[in-house]
């Protein structure tokens, strides 16, 4: 089983601040098979990222993923008020789709 | 648009079995594969298993095997069972659908793009 350790557990930022949000994987993932998601209070998540680097329909240019092999990186470069939320890591490389344990973005 | 809905009873008693069913309209369930999800009370995402389009499954070897995913092709729907379940089984059920595509190099993508709202299950007695 591919375990995905994300980190920061919590980040803490204030609005125009930039984000970065870090996912390793136990073993060497293929690039295309790794997503992120955003999930906010009450919600399903939502799919940001797919293939670690291409945004997903409609998910504005602030956000960006990059990485490849074991580590993986989510960048927001000017967070929004909409933004803090929590974000989870996922892979598809092995037949188990496991998910990181989220990163929780607060506002500062 | 594709659009997914769960259901099914938001109270199961401990040692019974859960059963939940997700609804996909907008798209048929032969052209994808489809996911269960949970996500217990303030905790993270767990993937529970899925069903592939050719009819294939597989589940998270945590859950052993009390898990069972179907699919009714007449309904477009796919189905979860959890036997046995505890307190522990109490969560947010998510169903998804994997999208796959293949680039000009080969490589596979996957990604959930569809998802449910999500339906809380409670184990209690």
């Known amino acids: 089983e591919i375990v995905l350790t994300q980190s920061p557990g919590t980040l803490s930022l204030s609005s125009g601040d930039r984000a970065t949000l870090s996912c390793r994987a136990s073993?060497?993932?293929?690039?295309?098979?790794l997503a992120w998601y955003q999930q906010k209070p009450g919600q399903a998540p939502r799919l940001l990222i797919y293939?670690?680097?291409s945004r997903a329909t409609g998910i504005p240019d602030r956000f960006s993923g990059s990485g490849s092999g074991t580590d993986f990186t989510l960048t927001i470069s000017r967070l929004e008020p909409e933004d803090f939320a929590v974000y989870y890591c996922q892979q598809f490389d092995s037949s188990l789709y496991t998910f990181g344990q989220g990163t929780k973005l607060e506002i500062k | 648009q594709v659009q997914l809905q769960e259901s099914g009873p938001g109270l199961v008693k401990p040692s019974e079995t859960l059963s939940l069913t997700c609804t996909v309209s907008?798209?048929?369930?032969?052209?994808?594969?489809w996911i269960w999800i949970r996500q217990p009370p303030g905790k993270g995402l767990e993937w529970i298993g899925y069903?592939?389009?050719?009819?294939?499954?597989n589940h998270n070897p945590s859950l052993k095997s009390r898990v069972t995913i179907s699919a009714d092709r007449s309904k477009n729907q796919f189905s979860l069972k959890v036997s046995s379940v505890t307190a522990a089984d109490t969560a947010v059920y998510y169903c998804a659908g994997r999208r796959s595509y293949d680039d000009s190099s080969g490589y596979s993508y996957y990604y959930l793009d569809y998802w449910g709202q999500g339906t809380l299950v409670t184990v209690s007695s």
């Open positions: 293939g670690a680097s």
């Open positions: 907008g798209a048929s369930i032969s052209s994808y594969s």
């Open positions: 069903i592939h389009y050719s009819g294939s499954t």
């Open positions: 073993q060497s993932v293929s690039s295309s098979q």
